[in-house]
């Protein structure tokens, strides 16, 4: 088992260090910002109007929270869904590991990547209303597949190009959901059950050549039977779901590291000041200046980033376009929101409380203790502030961030398997998916980590070209909705590419049913 497993890490090693090589790393940075100026930095200048029409909207808006009789779910439904599948370990164990190996600089590139991200987000969940469909079970399809398809693919001469394109991203979005959207999940989930509540138990279960750890085993067969119970209801019940559980579980965590942050506001200049020094290599260390460290802090804060808010894999679009709107601009704002959320308030928290915890040495950005497992390393900081129980509530935050990602990203893996096989592949698709769950909680860490960046990689290549050809159309909804919005132009809404869903949704639009 054990050289499987190392034939497998030295492929992931190969293919890893292409997927997420300067190149790509160039691309993904390129495409946010090519996003913010032709939208004309929407997510600074209309500020006030998407956070308006976003989380200020939630209680005063019928049509943002309420459910639906047909098979769409509201934009709160989709935003907790997509939230679900973003807010997860990535904002807590991901923040940690970033952190870990490359140092505090590593935030301020988390920074960087969402500000630009956030117009990725919008544009993909854009392209996604624009270019989504119905399938044979009246449900809404959309997603890269469908953009790269009908859309990259309807520029002449790259009909076959986006054809195979569309392909590619679905299989490596079937991949990504069992790493990024499953056994990286479980796997910190079980690490951290075991760190917090189960140290003292190391019984191993040896089947033949293969060992694991009972306290992990015995986590994933309970993950494995809640999982199943919700997913196989379809995307209805983990919409309603994901609504109850990811509001309360962002509003606790945000709680516990707020409480860090006023204990050790005396640590705020010291902690942003290693993270920007960070940033640059200008860590003090015996008098001179080492930059040896930005590669790592920026290659790590990027990976770390997108891990965290999706932003420019194409994935949360899938369950954006099961939304009930029909403004494709008003959906690509539930996506800026999406990411300021996920990163620039979540992970910047979950890095105070890790920065301020006394592990680092704020002066050399390194660690100040020994610790082999940073899935443990937030836990580890919340007990340092407040003892057991602080190491109990990041493990029960976990359990409920990791959970609550399994279900959305179960969702995506299911629209990539239906768009490659069909409505009928997507059953044994959801076996599948529920099975791999107990091999996540019981399989190796950073073999469960390294595998996910490669999927994220991979699957974002094909969804950012097809972003970049079709920005002139991202452009041309944008302006068509600051027109009408802003300037109170009587013009033509631009709601789909597909003529019938255009005029149904303009009707719709004109009467008020956004």
Not at 146 to 163: F, H, Q, R
Not at 180 to 190: D, H, L, R, S
Not at 223 to 230: A, R
């Amino acid at each position: 088992m054990d050289g499987f497993l190392n034939i497998v890490q030295k492929v992931n090693d190969a293919v890893n260090g292409v997927v997420w090589g300067w190149p790509a790393l160039i691309l993904l940075a390129f495409a946010g910002v090519l996003m913010t100026c032709l939208t004309k930095f929407f997510q600074l200048s209309h500020i006030k109007h998407w956070f308006k029409n976003t989380i200020g909207a939630i209680f005063k808006d019928r049509h943002v929270t309420k459910h639906t009789s047909d098979k769409s779910i509201s934009q709160f439904q989709s935003l907790c869904t997509a939230l679900a599948a973003t807010v997860g370990t990535g904002n807590i164990a991901g923040v940690a590991s970033a952190i870990a190996t490359g140092g505090p600089g590593s935030i301020f590139w988390m920074w960087i990547i969402a500000f630009f991200g956030m117009m990725t987000n919008f544009s993909e969940n854009v392209l996604g209303i624009l270019f989504r469909i119905k399938n044979n079970k009246d449900e809404w399809s959309g997603g890269a597949m469908y953009y790269l398809k009908n859309g990259l693919g309807a520029k002449k001469g790259c009909k076959y190009i986006g054809i195979i394109l569309a392909v590619l991203f679905s299989c490596f979005c079937l991949l990504a959901s069992f790493g990024i959207g499953n056994m990286t999940q479980v796997n910190t989930m079980a690490s951290n059950v075991q760190a917090a509540f189960f140290s003292s138990i190391d019984k191993l279960i040896v089947i033949g050549p293969v060992s694991f750890s009972l306290v992990k085993a015995v986590t994933g067969v309970i993950i494995m039977l809640l999982v199943g119970l919700v997913i196989i209801g379809g995307l209805k019940r983990i919409a309603a779901v994901t609504e109850k559980i990811v509001p309360a579980m962002v509003i606790l965590y945000l709680i516990g590291t707020l409480v860090i942050c006023i204990m050790h506001i005396n640590m705020f200049g010291e902690v942003f000041t290693s993270i920007f020094k960070g940033a640059f290599g200008m860590r003090a260390i015996g008098g001179g200046i080492v930059g040896s460290g930005v590669k790592m802090a920026v290659q790590m804060g990027m990976k770390r980033g997108v891990f965290s808010n999706e932003a420019g894999l194409g994935s949360s679009v899938m369950v954006h376009s099961n939304s009930n709107v029909k403004e494709p601009v008003r959906q690509g704002m539930w996506g800026i929101f999406e990411v300021f959320a996920d990163t620039i308030v979540v992970c910047t928290l979950t890095a105070f409380a890790v920065l301020s915890s006394g592990f680092f040495n704020l002066e050399t950005g390194q660690l100040a203790i020994d610790i082999t497992d940073t899935n443990a390393l937030v836990g580890q900081a919340f007990g340092a502030s407040f003892g057991q129980i602080g190491t109990w509530f990041v493990a029960v935050a976990l359990l409920l961030f990791a959970f609550s990602t399994v279900l959305g990203w179960s969702h995506y893996g299911t629209k990539a398997c239906e768009y490659l096989f069909g409505t009928k592949g997507t059953l044994p698709y959801k076996i599948i998916f529920v099975i791999a769950v107990f091999g996540g909680a019981v399989m190796g860490e950073n073999l469960a980590w390294d595998l996910s960046d490669t999927f994220n990689g991979l699957m974002m290549i094909p969804n950012l070209i097809g972003v970049l050809v079709l920005s002139p159309l991202v452009y041309k909804c944008t302006k068509n909705y600051v027109d009408r919005h802003f300037r109170h132009k009587a013009i033509e809404p631009m709601l789909s590419m597909y003529d019938d869903i255009q005029k149904e949704h303009a009707e719709a639009v004109k009467n008020g049913a956004e």
